[in-house]
């Protein structure tokens, strides 16, 4: 199926309330301009550079999501246009979008990224370390870094009790955050493999490349 037919069947799918992050990570302009074209204007990149070369091309329109490991030192390149940072994983990285938010007086939304998954080679705070940020204030020292929610990443398993047990205990932390008086908004869970399960679990938020675009490009 093309693009456009792609995209058809999850608006189609997806409940209104869930919002679809395109992930078009090494895919060329013509894809992206395809998915603008049907109505498409959340595209999620992993790669700063990549992404800033694509927003100086692309309409202005569309929302630029980071949902990359962020790297500090590249933060400044997309602090003056970025929608919405998915990775927030270390205070540094969380402290740095705060500097250049100010420097381009901007309050910048970001996720805290929470480890869910069994693999090391992912990133993320462990649910503890969420509750201290919370119960230490730490969510007002970043200010224009502001926290609008959190997202995980589930192990990479055919096993879908385990990835469900594992989107159930982030959707447990973010009640739980928003009871302590965060007034989180955004839940996103699940990508291509696993976001029927998300949904089922409580994301409002969505990230799906390969299903969209087909397979990367490297």
């Known amino acids: 199926m093309s693009i456009s037919e792609n995209l058809k069947f999850f608006k189609n799918e997806l409940p209104e309330k869930v919002s679809l992050v395109a992930v078009s990570k090494t895919k060329p302009l013509e894809n992206l301009q395809e998915a603008y074209t049907f109505g498409q204007r959340i595209f999620g990149e992993n790669k700063i550079q990549e992404m800033t070369e694509k927003w100086q091309l692309l309409p ?70 969420i509750k201290e940020i919370i119960t230490h204030n730490t969510l007002l020292e970043f200010p224009n870094a502001k926290v609008v929610g959190l997202m995980g990443m589930a192990s990479n398993s055919n096993d879908q009790d385990k990835v469900r047990a594992e989107f159930k205990g982030l959707r447990k932390l973010f009640d739980s955050a928003n009871e302590m008086g965060c007034d989180f908004e955004v839940l996103s869970m699940g990508m291509s493999g696993d976001y029927t399960i998300g949904i089922e679990e409580g994301s409002n938020m969505v990230r799906v490349g390969s299903k969209i675009f087909g397979s990367r490009n490297y």
């Not at 569309?62 to 490991?69: A, R, Y």
């Not at 997309?78 to 990285?93: E, T």
């Not at 007086?105 to 998954?117: E, K, S, T």
Request: aromatic share 8%; charged share 25%; proline share 3%.
């Open 60 to 129: 202005k329109d569309i929302e630029w999501h980071m949902i990359g490991h962020v790297q500090t030192n590249k933060v400044k390149y997309m602090a003056p246009y970025v929608s919405l940072i998915h990775g927030v994983d270390r205070l540094k990285v969380w402290s740095e979008i705060h500097k250049q938010a100010l420097k381009n007086d901007r309050i910048i939304p970001c996720l805290l990224q929470v480890h869910i998954a069994d693999e090391e080679t992912k990133f993320g705070f462990s649910a503890d370390e």
